[in-house]
């Protein structure tokens, strides 16, 4: 059975700052692009059958710079849309609701075209992306690479495990770090989280 390998793109201006970006398209940091570059002898390493990323600059500078293969754009790797909460800090938003947390309560609507996303909702986007991916999954062609986002791909762990998509509050996820599930008799399992050797 293949691994499924879930890469978070390298920094960039708003994730240093701890802003929530979503459909803000940022570039990587000089940081970051250095972050991308070291994870190509981590994944050079691999057998890859299959690359998927999101549509967004930052994931995809990445993908370059790691020196996978030219991923497929796949729009459900985007990251959770943070609605009216895109470009703030999750402390800035404390101020005006102590007890906000995303896992939970997820955001208020942004401006059009931008609702925001419940819990579920990014859950049910990460259900698909399992679903789409399952065939290469349960196939011994090379390991599955997602390039993506910390929210999101933190949601799709948590499905691939049997958990509700509120676990992925569980895990952080760095940027320019790889996070690989694989199986334990049978069963998905975390075989390393925030890795930057394996």
């Known amino acids: 059975m293949s691994e499924l390998l879930l890469v978070r793109h390298g920094e960039t201006e708003w994730s240093r700052n701890g802003r929530h970006t979503s459909w803000t398209d940022l570039p990587l940091t000089a940081n970051g692009e250095e972050q991308a570059r070291a994870l190509r002898p981590l994944l050079s390493d691999r057998k890859i059958g299959q690359v998927c990323a999101s549509p967004r600059a930052r994931a995809l500078r990445t993908a370059e710079l790691a020196g996978l293969p030219e991923p497929e754009i796949d729009p459900d790797l985007r990251e959770w849309d943070y609605g009216g909460y895109e470009g703030i800090a999750t402390a800035e938003i404390h101020r005006e609701r102590p007890d906000w947390y995303l896992f939970s309560h997820g955001v208020p609507p942004g401006p059009e075209g931008h609702p925001g996303e419940s819990p579920d909702e990014v859950g049910a986007r990460a259900d698909r992306v399992l679903a789409r991916l399952a065939p290469y999954l349960d196939a011994d062609d090379g390991d599955v690479v997602l390039v993506g986002h910390a929210h ?47």
């Open 152 to 198: 999101f791909s933190r949601v799709l762990a948590a499905r691939r495990l049997g958990l509700p998509a509120s676990a992925g509050g569980l895990f952080t996820f760095e940027t320019g770090a790889v996070c690989v599930l694989g199986t334990e008799h049978d069963r998905p399992a975390v075989v390393a989280w925030n890795a930057r050797s394996l």
